[in-house]
């Protein structure tokens, strides 16, 4: 283990002395430090917080606070209505939503009309508001996603996301005329999440030939997407000049979405608690900040240990990046034959041995915010010692998806 890593899990573990596992820390000297990194490397561009990648009103808070962010990105309409009736102003929800109920409530309360912006990709989705509004009159504010994937080979081969189907400047165009010419809607936004670039790490530990393509990959879908996009930009400003903001970049491509001209304001969430799947990148080192502790609960034999619960693995593609990272002590790995367990999970290495009943482990989720629909409430460190606790989504009754 080295200095650095042996000298947090002592502070985790001062500070948690009183504190039984399971439990959930961040820890904030790092959470803010994040922060600061990316809105350095934004450049001056506001950053807009993913709420998915925090689910925690308190640290929403924390991170709005800072120079260079402003506005919420939101993933469910019930979530979005939540965030404004609680104060925040600017919530833009990144997928389209069905949910009707969500959306007559919008169409019929000014406050949520004003504070919240829905996500649009195809003329269908606004037959179903215009259904769904009721007697609500209020106009709804909408954003068009531009699909970023880099497609070749005349569109059988494809790099990027299944997201929305408008791919080229010109159906984009033509939504946008469809939103402008229709009643009850005020187009505001464009969005465009590049996640085979924000959400791919470049540097994979003992695989330098699959690194090196994931990194000529990005260059060229960087320079593609680029262009693409500021002609998709410049379509859509021709039918709606008053367009308020155009969304961009992620985590991994914060630097380089910032530095295109047609954007202006970057999404970014996942590099506040910088989950193990951030490890891998070039572009930039965050702190791990979120961490979540089991408790040894089995010492079954010689090099080995049991920890009660554990089996947290994130969502996307099934595979041993999924799962949380057993990280401190270092040098814990899992039993191949078992895994990440429902109700226990045993480790295996030497640094088992210097566990005793009731001592913790510290993990890493895999992902960002999918940490907090596992735990009601987050310890929030600073320096040697928890000074609050602060509730989860869940921990304030909200399973949002």
């Keep these: 283990m080295s200095e650095h890593a ?17 439990l959930a820390l ?7 430090a994040n922060a600061a990194d990316l809105a350095r490397r934004a450049g001056g561009k506001p950053i807009r917080v993913a709420t998915k990648s ?11 606070a800072h120079d260079g962010f402003s506005g919420l990105m939101s993933f469910t309409l019930a979530e979005s209505l939540w965030l404004a009736r609680a104060g925040f102003t600017d919530v833009l929800l990144a997928y389209p939503s069905a949910d009707r109920a969500g959306y007559a409530e919008l169409a019929a309360d000014p406050k949520l009309a004003a504070a919240v912006t829905v996500m649009v990709d195809d003329v269908a989705q606004l037959d179903l508001i215009d259904a769904a509004r009721g007697t609500g009159g209020e106009t709804v504010r909408v954003c068009l996603e531009l699909d970023t994937s880099l497609r070749k080979l005349g569109g059988r081969l494809r790099i990027g996301a299944l997201r929305s189907s408008l791919h080229d400047p010109e159906p984009l165009a033509e939504l946008a005329r469809a939103v402008v010419e229709r009643p009850g809607f005020r187009l505001v936004g464009l969005m465009a999440y590049e996640g085979h ?4 790490g470049d540097t994979l530990r003992g695989r330098p030939a699959r690194s090196l393509a994931i990194r000529l990959m990005q ?3 960087r320079k593609e997407l680029a262009a693409r996009r500021a002609e998709a930009v410049r379509a859509v400003r021709a039918v709606e000049p008053g367009l308020e903001f155009v969304n961009g970049g ?10 295109e001209p047609a954007v202006t304001e970057i999404a970014a969430g996942s590099g506040l608690y910088v989950p193990r799947l951030f490890d891998n990148y070039t572009s930039f080192r965050g702190r791990p900040a979120a961490l979540f502790a089991q408790p040894v609960v089995r010492r079954p034999g010689v090099g080995v240990v ?23 002590p270092a040098g814990l790995r899992y039993d191949p034959q078992e895994g990440a367990g429902e109700v226990q999970t045993p480790l295996l290495g030497s640094p088992a041995d210097d ?4 001592d913790k482990v510290w993990f890493r989720h895999a992902k960002a915010g999918e940490l907090c629909e596992r735990f009601a409430q987050l310890h929030l460190l600073e320096g040697d010692a928890v000074t609050a606790v602060v509730p989860t989504y869940r921990g304030e009754g909200k399973t949002f998806l």
């Design 306 to 328: 049991t920890v009660l619960g554990g089996g947290y693995p994130a969502s996307g593609a099934p595979g041993r990046d999924r799962l949380p990272e057993p990280y401190l």
């Design 219 to 221: 260059a060229a879908a």
């Design 250 to 259: 992620g985590t991994g491509s914060v630097q380089h979405t910032a530095a």
């Design 6 to 22: 042996a000298a947090d899990r002592a502070r985790y573990d001062r500070a948690t002395a009183h504190l039984d596992a399971p």
């Design 26 to 32: 961040v820890d904030l000297a790092a959470f803010d």
């Design 197 to 200: 670039i924000a959400g791919v």
């Design 54 to 64: 925090v689910r925690c009103r308190a640290l929403l808070e924390r991170v709005l």
């Design 355 to 358: 566990l005793l009943i009731g």
